[in-house]
């Protein structure tokens, strides 16, 4: 059963070219970036809520420029460690229809390679025209699948950035 389906991953990667073992990669790191993030909100996210605003909590008086100035510290490095890799995470997930792009590109090339050297076969074309559609559809599909989960990342982190910002109050 798993054999059956390790032979049709290669012959569809044989089928797209080069470029989609790079789409494959791309998309493999993008999605590991995704489910990081989603780890780091059920486990470690708490944690660093609660040291930095036990830090806030710990200072005597918050009414001073110098106070002010810790407090948007303490918010800034809070919320790079929030959005952790969520740039990389969109860069991912602009690159893989680009990366289908080129697919394209490479698969045409082949095209008009065979219709130079074989005049115009239509066999000779087709595989062309495979390998310039396999890669297009997978960047696709996996750009629509990042850009779900980035743009849902993207909302819970906004959300929390501030609402932790809420929490550090200057009422003191």
């Not at 660093?48 to 710990?58: C, F, P, Q, V």
């Not at 696709?140 to 850009?147: C, E, P, T």
Request: proline share 3%; with cysteine; net charge negative.
């Amino acid at each position: 059963m798993f054999y059956g389906a390790y032979i049709d991953i290669l012959t569809f990667m044989e089928r797209g070219g080069d470029v989609l073992w790079y789409i494959a990669a791309v998309t493999f790191l993008m999605w590991s970036l995704i489910i990081e993030r989603v780890w780091y909100f059920f486990e470690e996210h708490k944690n660093i809520i609660r040291e930095a605003t036990e830090k806030w909590e710990d200072r005597p008086e918050r009414q001073s420029w110098t106070a002010s100035s810790i407090r948007d510290w303490l918010i800034s490095e809070a919320s790079g460690k929030i959005a952790g890799p969520l740039p990389l995470i969109q860069t991912c997930v602009a690159l893989c229809p680009l990366l289908g792009l080129l697919g394209t590109v490479t698969g045409m090339i082949s095209v008009f390679d065979s219709m130079a050297t074989q005049g115009g076969n239509a066999r000779s074309m087709a595989a062309g025209v495979s390998m310039a559609t396999i890669p297009t559809m997978a960047g696709m599909v996996a750009s629509i699948s990042g850009l779900v989960a980035a743009n849902m990342l993207k909302t819970k982190i906004d959300f929390e950035i501030e609402l932790f910002r809420d929490h550090l109050t200057m009422d003191h």
